[in-house]
């Protein structure tokens, strides 16, 4: 079974509301094949990273750059991933008070370090997520493992 590893960061819930969306989305679109899990950046480490076969990480935008705690998985993993998850297919799900550009960039210019391969475009969202906003998550989330269920990724 392929697993979807979605992580999230941040403290005022909007990021776990997009989370959340993504991962119910992807757990219907996987139809028992997606195996999602759903954990906070702090607690996922490189055994998270290397078992998963696609990634979605949520974070906030804070003073124009990713939450801390995104950015400590990164810095966890990045070196005892290095040869291992060339290719992994992401997705970056960002809720920003500014722009959102910042978060996204950084995430970007990290993922091309791994290498990981972008599975659809980000998405920002401003300030407190609404329908529309959760619903252009589940979408990110469908994407994800419809890809992998389909070989896509």
């Known amino acids: 079974m392929k697993q979807l590893l979605i992580l999230w960061a941040g403290q005022t819930g909007r990021n776990l509301q997009?989370?959340?969306a993504a991962a119910a989305a992807a757990s219907e679109a996987g139809e028992g094949e997606i195996d999602v899990r759903l954990l906070p950046a702090q607690?996922?480490?490189i055994d998270d990273l290397l078992a998963c076969h696609g990634l979605i990480v949520a974070t906030p935008?804070?003073?124009g750059y990713m939450a801390g705690t995104l950015k400590d998985f990164f810095d966890r993993t990045f070196y005892p991933a290095q040869g291992r998850v060339e290719g992994?297919?992401?997705a970056i799900l960002i809720c920003a008070g500014n722009d959102g550009s910042g978060a996204r960039v950084a995430i970007e210019r990290?993922?091309?370090?791994?290498?990981?391969?972008?599975?659809?475009e980000p998405l920002i969202v401003h300030g407190e997520?609404?329908?529309a906003a959760l619903e252009r998550a589940a979408e990110v989330g469908a994407t994800l493992a419809l890809g992998l269920s389909l070989g896509l990724f």
């Open 18 to 20: 997009l989370a959340r």
């Open 43 to 45: 607690q996922a480490g």
């Open 88 to 90: 992994l297919p992401y």
């Open 110 to 120: 990290i993922a091309r370090g791994y290498p990981l391969t972008p599975a659809c």
């Open 129 to 131: 997520p609404d329908q």
């Open 61 to 63: 935008e804070n003073f």
